[in-house]
Structures are given as C-alpha cells and as structure tokens.
C-alpha cells in the first residue's frame, strides 16, 4: 500500500470517529430550538406537511412562501423528517450533520480534481497527502462543530460551496468551451442562491468573476460561459422573485434591523481573528493551515477553482469587515475555500519537498493527539451552541401538554428560548396537526414585531389578529382574537408595569390556570 493511500484512510478513520462521537453527543440533547432554530425547522416542517398531505399545491406553496429565507434548507429538512418517520429534534438537526460532513468529503475530492489539473504534479502518488489533510483540518474546526449541532442554513452553505469547488476543478475546460457546462453551472450558482441570499456576493459573484477569469491569461470564449452562467443565474433569481414574496427578499437583504453597513478599524480584523481562535483547534495550526495554503497560489491564474477559492475569502472578509454581523458563522461557507487552499498546497509540499514527505503524518498526529485533549472543549461548543437548557424543553413540553392546538393561542411574552415558532412547531409536531393549522399570536404586539412578522412569515394565517393587537388592552385583544389558551412567560416587561400585572391578574382570578416553575423560569397556561 503506498504511504499515501495508507494517510489518507487514517485520516477517514480519524474524522469517522470524531464524527460519530460528536454527532452522537449533539444530538442527544434534549435542548428545544432557540429563536433562529425554531424558524428554520418551523419552514422544513410546513414543507413536509406539503409532501405527506400530498398536495402539490400545498407543497408548492410551502417552497413559494419561504421568500424571507430562501427554501433549498428546508427541503433537506423535510427529507429528514420523511427519513426518520416523524418531526423531532435529532431529524431537525441532523441535516446540519449530515450536510457538513459531505462538505468535508467533496472538499477532498475537489482537492484531488485540481491537484489532476496541474501538470507539473503526480496525483496518483501525492494526491492522497492533499486529501486528508482538508479532511483534519476542515473537520477539527470547533466554530464548523459547533453550527453544525442546530438546525441552521450554514452547513449547508459549506456544502454547496464544496460542491461549487469540486465542479470547477473538474470541469474547468468544459466550463470555458461548452455552452451546457456554463449554463448547468449557472443553474448550481442558482441553487447556491436558494440556499442563503448573502451567498450571492460571498459565493455567486466571486464564482461569476472566476468563470471570466484573469484578462490576458484566459481564452475569450471563457467570457462566453461566464456572461451565459450570469444570465442563467439572474434568470433563474428573477423568476424566483416573480413567484415568491419579493418584499421578503428585500427585506431580509435590506430592512432587517440587523443589516447595513458600519466600518470600523476593530471589524476588518474581526473574522481573521475568529478564523485563528475558532476554526482550528489551536491558532498555531490556523497559522500553519494558512501558510500550507499560500503554495497552492502559484495556480491562481491557470486554475479557476484556485481563482475562485481566493476571492470568495477575500470577498467573504471584506463584506463582513463591514458589516454589523460580525458572528463567526458567517463566514463558515467559505471554509471549504480555505481547506482546498490547504489541502493542495500540502500535497504539494509533500511531492517536491523529499525532506518533508511525513510532513502529512505529522499533522495526523497532533490531530490525534488533541482528539480526547479537546473533547471537553468541544462539547462544551456544542451545549453553547444549542443555548437551550433541559429545563426550556420541561418548559415547552408543559406549554405543549397543557394548551389546545385546534384553537387559537396567546402567548404573552417570547424569548430567544421560548419563541412562537417553537411552540407552533412543538405543538405540530406533538399533536400530528398540520403547522399551518396552529395558531399563535404574540402579546403585546409592538409595530416593529408585527414588521418582523409580515416579511419573515408572509402567509401567517393570523395575520388580521396580530395587527389588531397592536396598542390594545389584554382582554380586548382575547376576546376580539377568539383565544382559548393563554400562555404566560413570566420574563416579559410587559408584566413588570403594575398596570398591566393587574390586567392578567383580572382574568386569572376568574379562569382555570396552572404554573410550571424550575431553574427561576416560570410558565402558567390559562385556559378560557
């Protein structure tokens, strides 16, 4: 067996039982769904609801109305519910396992594509050096475990990134020649698209640029397949908008409170420090991750993948070096960029440098090493990344026994804990209801929470009541909404002003109600 090959099935050994024991580990918490969670399984769901009705058009316009995040996520979400056999927290989260760990994979494989490309370098004999190190480094990333343990767009962001990689180095004469080549890759760039609308100018605009490639060093007709891969992309974009919910796109790009533009010195280190303390399991091996990668520069100008992979980075820290979203995760689709980066430089390395031939081993076994080293570490990500508490889902699992799913809800109060769309998805889930059937308005509605609501959820059912509440006494707005069911989250301002204490406490002192209390939390269920 060659030095190699033998490398590179330990390295799948290796990250085969890191990911079992992570996985393992993840989704086995019985933590409900935070604020963000909650949407995005809330949207898988009301998808399989389309397949098991089935309905095609209920399907179709559960993919329609997803138009505040965009529905590829979904879609492999409801997969999941169909291949375990019911909504839960392991099938909505085990998407996001599942999705960055096949990043890993066609990132090694794109590797082993571009390092076929070069024709100055032996692949069957160095390639699978290149391999294995984009699969210790890509995995043994805590900031990648950790997004990958909830029920999130990101790992699915690596994927197609990863995949976006291993067809350009695969294809990349098809891709400057043949017409079907620009435009299936048009339609791939279209896909990305639909998997998180800020990989547009993260992902699709630096892959439109590769595709154009380098003035002087690429063939004419290579402008051809990137002009028809662009007109495919804003096509396929434009019939998008025409059939969704336009005023959602735009205002999850543009008026979401969080967006827009603030540039500060501090911000454009912001994602470069994140990348060194989380993305490797020790800054040191970021910086060596970083400096193997700088070898594969040498084919930036012949090779589009490599083009592409350096441009993505770059436009990945400057817009976010900007912008008021500084969170490590979203910078997380371009990892695969940086491990590909890493990967050929290593088997490069390797090949030309006889010296440092076990440079590769090496690097195994400080991963090694580290894996029980860092194991507490790591989980502690993972819990930190759920943010729930056992006690949140005692919580839920109270709200879900105790209130009356076929009637319309109130919920006074909401926390990134304890959110509407986490009770609606509970509440379906629980009960087999479809999740559109399940109705349940906020108290008190404020202006701003009923924007939210209309451009995230365009299609909510009790979208009449939600307006109608806003500015409204507590029992006008029961009786006018038709509320059977009032759950009350203790953590509310709204309660803390005396005046309107004495408004709920009117109504409990003449209604069934019962309280759950643990941990300084405090739930009570009024039922009318």
């Not at 995995?139 to 950790?146: G, T």
């Not at 547009?200 to 002087?216: H, K, S, T």
């Not at 974009?237 to 827009?260: I, Q």
């Not at 999740?435 to 209309?454: A, C, G, H, W, Y």
Request: with cysteine.
């Amino acid at each position: 067996m060659k030095p190699s090959a033998l490398f590179l099935i330990l390295c799948f050994l290796v990250v085969g039982y890191a990911t079992f024991e992570y996985s393992t580990f993840s989704l086995n918490q019985a933590r409900p769904f935070d604020a963000d969670e909650a949407h995005h399984a809330a949207r898988g769901l009301d998808v399989y609801d389309g397949i098991t009705e089935g309905s095609i058009s209920n399907l179709a316009l559960a993919i329609r109305d997803q138009s505040f995040y965009p529905p590829l996520h979904s879609l492999t979400v409801a997969a999941s519910y169909l291949s375990f056999g019911s909504p839960s927290l392991v099938s909505s989260r085990a998407p996001s396992w599942i999705a960055f760990v096949l990043s890993l994979f066609v990132t090694a494989l794109a590797v082993r594509a571009t390092l076929a490309q070069q024709s100055d370098f032996d692949s069957r004999n160095f390639a699978a050096y290149g391999m294995g190190v984009a699969l210790l480094f890509g995995f043994f990333s805590p900031l990648s475990i950790q997004n990958a343990s909830v029920c999130m767009l990101e790992p699915l962001s690596m994927l197609m990134t990863a995949i976006l990689l291993y067809y350009f180095a695969r294809y990349q004469r098809l891709l400057t020649y043949s017409k079907p080549a620009a435009v299936s890759s048009g339609l791939l760039l279209f896909l990305v698209a639909l998997t998180k609308y800020t990989l547009i100018p993260f992902v699709v605009a630096p892959a439109l640029v590769a595709l154009w490639g380098i003035p002087r060093f690429t063939p004419k007709l290579a402008h051809r397949s990137a002009l028809i891969s662009g007109i495919t992309v804003g096509v396929g974009f434009t019939l998008w908008l025409l059939v969704s919910h336009p005023e959602g796109v735009w205002y999850f790009l543009f008026g979401f409170p969080k967006r827009g533009a603030t540039f500060s010195l501090a911000g454009l280190f912001t994602q470069p420090e994140m990348f060194m303390l989380r993305c490797a399991l020790h800054p040191l091996l970021a910086a060596l991750a970083l400096l193997i990668a700088v070898i594969s520069l040498k084919f930036i100008r012949a090779q589009r993948v490599i083009l592409f992979s350096v441009l993505c980075i770059a436009a990945t820290l400057a817009i976010l070096g900007i912008s008021k979203q500084q969170g490590g995760r979203f910078m997380l689709h371009a990892l695969p960029c940086v491990w590909l980066l890493c990967g050929v430089g290593a088997a490069r390395l390797a090949a030309f440098r006889p010296a440092l031939v076990a440079f590769p081993y090496a690097i195994l076994a400080v991963f090694v090493l580290n894996l029980q080293s860092e194991r507490a570490r790591i989980e502690s990500d993972i819990l930190r990344a759920l943010e729930t508490t056992p006690a949140d889902q005692e919580m839920l699992t109270f709200a879900t026994i105790s209130a009356n799913p076929s009637q319309p809800i109130l919920q006074i109060g909401s926390s990134d804990r304890f959110n509407i769309e986490g009770v609606r998805w509970s509440l379906a889930a629980a009960y087999g209801l479809p999740f559109r059937s399940i109705q349940v308005d906020q108290f008190p509605m404020t202006v701003e929470r009923f924007k939210n609501l209309k451009y995230a959820q365009p299609w909510r059912a009790p979208f009449d009541r939600a307006r109608a509440q806003i500015s409204q006494p507590l029992q006008t707005v029961i009786e006018q909404g038709g509320y059977k069911t009032l759950l009350v989250f203790e953590g509310e301002r709204w309660l803390r002003q005396a005046e309107n204490r004495a408004q709920l406490d009117a109504i409990m002192a003449t209604q069934p109600h019962k309280t759950w209390q643990d941990e300084g939390k405090s739930l009570t269920v009024v039922n009318f």
